[in-house]
């Protein structure tokens, strides 16, 4: 592969600093919800989910995350009511809905400011490759239907390091979705010791779909996916419209929209994600809002008891590290 030479360059930096960092350590529980490559794997609505678990079992949860698409220069608290995406990124937003958020590539700032906030149980969402902090429990989700595609490492493929290198680090894979695409990760991690949990995406507003016909739009990192998602909770897609991961939508492009499904009489849809980026926008946004239905979806775990193991162990790692 013509790439290549410039994956293994690539991988073998990445190795490296997943296996000799020292990140800073924060004084409650981490657990990272990551992923092997770059793109979607669902690792968001995983991380809701653990949150919705925690609370349950009395902890007060936060978020961390880069904000990916936004602005910001120094870790924040996220105001859910007020940011928008320019500023915090899209995912920032859609925690912000569930439990506090804070945000900025500095892992360890970010965690202080939860620490402040009141939050005893800290969710990364994402950030498992940087090792900025310290991590106790890594759970790497991965998409069922795409898996790691070729297997190389950017930029001849979507890996983020080599797979083994990754795995080293990892305690746990999830693995999202139908299909078969994630069995060779399966098979690796069963070899190295690793859990293997799984769990699919349940529609939430599946009854507001049925025999409606849709103009779908995306940006995020596998828009097939959310196609198929509508079609599958019984809506019609009869044109779709792709953008970049995290794009930031202008007027001209959100008019293109109203008015592409204007003309085939046509319904909009689009996912949370891209609904968090119109939130707070110019008034043509905000049109293009009221005429949306977003997809809202729910992870279902295959054992109800998942998401509070993974807690409790986290916990327990915490305990531990707090002892040594």
């Given at each position: 592969?013509?790439?290549?030479?410039?994956?293994?360059?690539?991988?073998?930096?990445?190795?490296?600093?997943?296996?000799?960092?020292?990140?800073?350590?924060?004084?409650?529980?981490?657990?990272?919800?990551?992923?092997?490559?770059?793109?979607?794997?669902?690792?968001?609505?995983?991380?809701?989910?653990?949150?919705?678990?925690?609370?349950?079992?009395?902890?007060?949860?936060?978020?961390?995350?880069?904000?990916?698409?936004?602005?910001?220069?120094?870790?924040?608290?996220?105001?859910?009511?007020?940011?928008?995406?320019?500023?915090?990124?899209?995912?920032?937003?859609?925690?912000?809905?569930?439990?506090?958020?804070?945000?900025?590539?500095?892992?360890?700032?970010?965690?202080?400011?939860?620490?402040?906030?009141?939050?005893?149980?800290?969710?990364?969402?994402?950030?498992?490759?940087s090792r900025r902090l310290d991590i106790d429990y890594a759970l790497m989700?991965?998409?069922?239907?795409?898996?790691?595609?070729?297997?190389?490492?950017?930029?001849?493929?979507?890996?983020?390091?080599?797979?083994?290198?990754?795995?080293?680090?990892?305690?746990?894979?999830?693995?999202?979705?139908?299909?078969?695409?994630?069995?060779?990760?399966?098979?690796?991690?069963?070899?190295?010791?690793?859990?293997?949990?799984?769990?699919?995406?349940?529609?939430?507003?599946?009854?507001?779909?049925?025999?409606?016909?849709?103009?779908?739009?995306?940006?995020?990192?596998?828009?097939?996916?959310?196609?198929?998602?509508?079609?599958?909770?019984?809506?019609?897609?009869?044109?779709?419209?792709?953008?970049?991961?995290?794009?930031?939508?202008?007027?001209?492009?959100?008019?293109?929209?109203?008015?592409?499904?204007?003309?085939?009489?046509?319904?909009?849809?689009?996912?949370?994600?891209?609904?968090?980026?119109?939130?707070?926008?110019?008034?043509?946004?905000?049109?293009?809002?009221?005429?949306?239905?977003?997809?809202?979806?729910?992870?279902?775990?295959?054992?109800?008891?998942?998401?509070?193991?993974?807690?409790?162990?986290?916990?327990?790692?915490?305990?531990?590290?707090?002892?040594?």
């Open positions: 592969m013509l790439m290549s030479p410039f994956a293994l360059a690539y991988g073998s930096v990445a190795a490296r600093r997943l296996e000799r960092a020292s990140p800073p350590a924060i004084d409650a529980p981490v657990l990272c919800v990551g992923n092997f490559t770059i793109g979607g794997s669902g690792k968001t609505p995983v991380a809701i989910a653990l949150a919705v678990a925690a609370r349950k079992m009395k902890l007060n949860p936060g978020f961390l995350t880069r904000g990916h698409g936004g602005s910001l220069r120094s870790p924040r608290i996220v105001d859910g009511e007020h940011d928008s995406a320019r500023t915090t990124g899209d995912e920032p937003l859609l925690l912000a809905r569930h439990a506090p958020v804070a945000a900025g590539t500095n892992r360890h700032a970010a965690a202080q400011l939860l620490r402040k906030a009141g939050c005893d149980f800290l969710i990364m969402d994402d950030g498992f490759q989700v991965v998409d069922n239907s795409r898996g790691i595609g070729n297997g190389y490492v950017i930029p001849a493929g979507p890996m983020r390091a080599p797979l083994v290198s990754q795995l080293r680090r990892t305690d746990a894979v999830l693995v999202m979705g139908s299909g078969d695409a994630g069995d060779d990760v399966v098979r690796m991690a069963a070899r190295a010791a690793k859990p293997v949990y799984k769990a699919t995406t349940v529609v939430r507003n599946r009854d507001a779909l049925a025999n409606r016909r849709f103009l779908a739009f995306a940006g995020i990192g596998n828009p097939e996916k959310f196609f198929d998602t509508v079609v599958n909770a019984g809506g019609w897609v009869s044109v779709t419209r792709k953008f970049p991961d995290h794009h930031l939508f202008d007027d001209r492009e959100m008019k293109e929209l109203l008015d592409a499904a204007a003309s085939v009489d046509l319904e909009l849809i689009t996912t949370a994600k891209d609904a968090a980026r119109l939130a707070h926008g110019s008034e043509t946004a905000q049109r293009l809002l009221e005429q949306l239905t977003v997809l809202e979806i729910d992870v279902a775990f295959e054992e109800n008891g998942i998401p509070a193991a993974l807690i409790e162990e986290t916990v327990k790692r915490y305990s531990l590290r707090e002892t040594r």
